[in-house]
Nanobody
Framework: QVQVADSGGGSVQAGGSLRLSCKIS???????????VGWFRQVPGKEREGVAT???????RYTDSVKGRFTISKGDDKKTFYLQMNSLKPEDSAMYYC????????????????????WGQGTQVTVSS
């Protein structure tokens, strides 16, 4: 059974940092496996936005608004993925979702051809000015 558990959200002031975590189970995440893990965010009343992706080869992609500030990475346990968010801005405030998919993504983080298969429950990030 696939489980995607995202966590780590909170409230910070502008310029601060947060690290989101995403623990995935039920996937084959070992060497030679094919997968893609992505972080998305959504503000009420707006469309969900793809923020960052990492594939099984370790290749990463970011949407333009977070380049140089956010970093997506894979943990040593190979089952936990992170989104390190630095220099946060009020416009980064949103519900953030981790998602996983058995495809190996090589597309822009904000332009998935079809939505990821498995989703976390979301974690709220609030950045105050």
């Amino acid at each position: 059974q696939v489980q995607v558990a995202d966590s780590g959200g909170g409230s910070v002031q502008a310029g601060g940092s947060l690290r989101l975590s995403c623990k995935i189970s039920g996937y084959t995440l070992e060497v030679f496996a094919t997968y893609c893990v992505g972080w998305f965010r959504q503000v009420p009343g707006k469309e969900r936005e793809g923020v960052a992706t990492i594939n099984s080869f370790g290749a990463t992609r970011y949407t333009d608004s977070v380049k140089g500030r956010f970093t997506i990475s894979k943990g040593d346990d190979k089952k936990t993925f992170y989104l390190q968010m630095n220099s946060l801005k009020p416009e980064d405030s949103a519900m953030y979702y981790c998602a996983a998919d058995p495809r190996s993504c090589d597309w822009p983080a904000s332009h998935w051809p079809t939505p990821p298969r498995d989703w976390g429950q979301g974690t709220q990030v609030t950045v105050s000015s």
